[in-house]
């Protein structure tokens, strides 16, 4: 939020941008979310609540074993 507060049960979309293949996630009461099994590539991560702005943000690179934190404001 303009505050800098988390957001609990925003609406998080991660997409595969090679694949077209998306995972539908909802933060959680501290803002967080996790898409784990992710396959290798380029993906969009996009979230949105009812009365904010929609995010998003794209270009990111996802190599093999690789674990990334994408924080989205």
């Known amino acids: ?4 507060a988390p957001v609990a049960e925003a609406a998080v979309r ?3 941008v090679d694949t077209n293949t998306t995972v539908n ?8 979310y996790e898409a784990n099994f ?3 590539g380029q993906y969009r991560v996009a979230a949105e609540m009812a009365g904010f ?6 270009g990111i690179q996802l190599p093999i ?9």
Do not use: A, C
Not at 1 to 4: A, E, H, Q, V
Not at 53 to 58: E, F, G, N, P
Not at 65 to 73: A, N
């Open 14 to 16: 991660v997409t595969n």
């Open 65 to 73: 074993g690789s674990r990334q934190e994408i924080d989205l404001q």
């Open 1 to 4: 939020d303009p505050t800098g």
């Open 25 to 32: 996630l909802k933060t959680n009461q501290t803002g967080y």
């Open 53 to 58: 702005k929609k995010t998003i943000r794209q």
């Open 38 to 40: 992710l396959l290798t």
